[in-house]
């Protein structure tokens, strides 16, 4: 509780990578790893293995939107536009087109840019989808309102820039925050105040309530060039990026036959820090998020089983001992340590990640990846004590696991359950079942001890059970487990592939990166989902990787996720 205490404080501002408050919370894990007898395991012999983060962004000099014609006006920053977070950056001038709700969706029978040559043009997109159109109301629609699929498809229709406006019908009309971490994704995009939309369709003789209404009438879009209408942007953003570190701490194996082979013991330390895209409370933008569940208190119980294993003298093969950062931006350290394992990765043979362990209920804890490793779940139900197990078999899930998963490691993934804290400023450490994370460190331990001591550890277990529905959870399936992260020269690398999958049959393997899709270039993890959810299940798609410096052509025939 004390570990709990100090990582959820104040001070430590909410841990986000890349933070001071991160910063200082990896100092002091580093210091109690040193304090127990750890030895360092991360970079040139220190405690810490360093990557950059994104960490903010804002306005750059410059920033201007301007109708050029037929009559000129300079629309005000902030006020009528501001840049949006993915935009490109750079100057631009041309022609104007409206493309109502800016949705290409072959499943609902829908299409605002049917019939309208938008390629060069600048197109101002309504938020939101046509709301009277019964196919737009089914959950495998819903990402068609989203702003990710406006901005994409926009570029993919080939428009210069997206300008956003807010539905006529939404109360006020404030412009977004320029907020979140996000890549740019090559188009210009900016959010424009409704009187700045109705003053670019001046030249049509049309309002945007009319043009809107007329759209929502349907049937059929109501997209056009906006005759004789010019305009004049600039976008400068500075995306700011900073230090984040995995905290490794090693305590060598006592067993001359194995100490060569490794248990990897995780929990992830960042956290939200004062909010942001993460956060379930936007109103509390600004308000530290403690995080002590998520996940202080996985720490606690990775320092709390380093100090029993060191105390005791090591187990016959080596620990090591991870505090994962970047986690809660998409599993950002562990993706990095496997790629830069502190003992050898094909020698590790499990890793216990332990994420949000402090909110014991009724007895019971969630254990998670059983069916991805031999004897995983015998090993688990022999060690259980007083507690109930409540066994899931899929290795994957969202924490720092799956990146051992998708790498070939078997894992253990141990959580106490959600609750209405959950990335929210209420996590706080006196919500803490402190009797209950020690019970959960308690059966962590005899699980590594069983785990560092057994003749032959558990073995890798491919596992072929169907997908799991992720966030969303409808609509065509491929069967690739994407890596997150940023990638230099653009692409998705696959971590893993879905046994029995399109993406398997077709012949994509791990570590292949997916350069397009579809007949789409991929650069990001936007492009590939736009790419992949712009197809039905059955759909034949074409997919490019690039493996071994060489590019490799199949085609595959979706799935459906269930
Ligand atoms: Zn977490």
Known sequence: MEQVKTLAAPEMEGRASGTPGAERAALHIAGEMQRVGLTPGGDGGTWQQAFTVPTGIKLGEGNALRIVAPSARVLALGREFVPLTVSADGGWEGDVAFVGFGITAPDVGWDDYAGLDVRGRL????????????????????????????????????????????????????LPALTGLGQPWSIFAQAVSRTAADALLIP?????????????????????????????????LVRERGRAANVVGILPGKDARLRDETVVIG???????????????????????????????????????????AAAGGTSRTLVFVAFAGEEMGLLGSTLYVRKPARPLERTVLMVNLDMVGRLRDRTLYVGGVDGGSGLRELVNAQAGGLTLALRGDPFG??????????????????????????????????????????????????????????????????????????????????VVPEFGEREGGGVRVGDVRAGSPAESAGVKAGDVIVAFAGMTVNTLQDFSFALRSRRPGDRVDVTVRRDDAEHRFSAVLGERR
């Open 123 to 174: 197109v101002l997109v309504i938020e939101g989808e046509p709301r009277r159109v019964d196919g737009f109301r089914r959950p495998d629609a819903y990402h068609y309102a989203e702003r990710s699929h406006k901005v994409i498809n926009a570029r993919e229709h080939g428009a210069a820039g997206v300008l956003l406006v807010a539905h006529p019908d939404r109360a006020g009309d404030a």
């Open 204 to 236: 049509a003789g049309v309002t945007l309530a009319a043009v809107t209404a007329a759209v929502e009438a349907g049937p059929a879009p109501k997209s056009f060039a906006v005759p004789g209408a010019r305009v004049a942007l600039r976008v400068a």
């Open 267 to 309: 929990a992830h330390y960042d956290h939200l820090g004062r909010g942001g895209e993460g956060s379930l409370a936007p109103d509390a933008l600004g308000a530290v998020h403690h995080g002590a569940d998520d996940n202080a208190s996985g720490v606690a119980a990775v320092l709390g089983l380093a100090r029993a294993f």
């Open 398 to 479: 969202p924490s720092d696991h799956t990146a051992f998963y998708a790498a070939g490691r078997p894992v253990l993934f141990l959580f106490t359950g959600a609750h209405a804290d959950y990335h929210r400023p209420s996590d706080t450490w006196d919500r803490i079942n402190g009797a209950g994370l020690a019970e959960v460190t308690a059966f962590a331990a005899r699980v590594v001890d069983a785990a560092a001591s057994m003749p032959t550890p558990p073995a890798y277990v491919r596992i072929t059970a169907p997908p799991a529905s992720v966030r969303g959870g409808y609509g065509p399936f491929f069967g």
